[in-house]
């Protein structure tokens, strides 16, 4: 925001149109907002911001649970965090760690059709632990999430499409998207809490030389990993 030479002061806008088409439910969801963020140092930081949105629930399959409600419903959030962050790049990263914690709050107050509190903590460390004379790396990476929801004002229970679900390439690889804890309706069984963690080795596959350099472009990278994690009420 003011151009200074490490930019202490930043402001990032967000709107997104999410569409997804579930073997249980068709789910429409928009939303926008803003997060204004202040840098401590070079690698802290704290940020917090409003965001509105809107959540369509459509033709909910047979058996669907009691907490998939068809309609829209509208929410209003406040979030506010932290982040302590050393790696460089976040695409390919060979080094450094990050954690970070954040804590938003739905309704109440502010207004909207939904009343909860949501708090989440994140960590990843990277190790580099091999190079070959071709400046490849080998790195071990360890990641790890915990998310946890409380309800508030005259709420009875989360709603569906706001629980917390495992399965996937953001929580356990190797399972469909919200494929754990599939009932006898095919739907799956959130939680109100979760956690998910990953051991990752990366490795190269396939570089290219480049103009003017000693080092090698990596094309192509792989990955051996295993991931595990839990949800539930609690």
């Given amino acids: ?65 009691s907490n998939l409600i068809e309609g829209v419903n509208s929410t209003v959030n406040l979030m506010a965090g932290a982040r302590w962050n050393t790696i460089a790049d976040p695409f390919s990263p060979v080094d450094g760690s990050s954690f970070s914690v954040n804590l938003t709050q739905t309704g109440g107050f502010l207004g ?40 508030l004002g005259d709420m009875s229970e989360l709603p569906y499409s706001e629980s917390y679900f495992q399965g996937g390439n953001r929580t356990l ?9 599939l009932d006898a309706n095919g739907y799956a069984t959130p939680g109100a809490a979760a956690w998910n963690a990953s051991v990752e080795m990366g490795f190269p596959l396939y570089a290219t030389r480049q103009r003017k350099s000693i080092d090698m472009m990596e094309n192509l990278r792989g990955a051996a990993f295993v991931d595990f994690g839990s949800v539930g009420p609690d």
Wanted: glycine share 10%.
């Fill in 1 to 65: 925001l003011l151009n200074e030479h490490l930019d202490r002061l930043g402001l990032n806008l967000n709107a997104n149109r999410n569409l997804r088409y579930l073997r249980s439910n068709e789910e429409r969801r928009g939303s926008f907002g803003l997060t204004f963020n202040r840098r401590f140092g070079r690698y802290f930081s704290l940020f917090a911001g409003p965001s509105l949105g809107k959540v369509n629930i459509l033709d909910p399959r047979a058996g669907a649970p």
């Fill in 112 to 151: 909207g059709d939904w009343d909860y509190l949501k708090s989440s903590v994140r960590g990843t460390k990277h190790f580099p632990l091999w190079e070959d004379s071709e400046s490849r790396r080998w790195i071990l990476s360890l990641k790890g999430a915990a998310r946890k929801s409380w309800l």
């Fill in 173 to 181: 690889r190797g399972f469909r998207y919200r494929g754990i804890n």
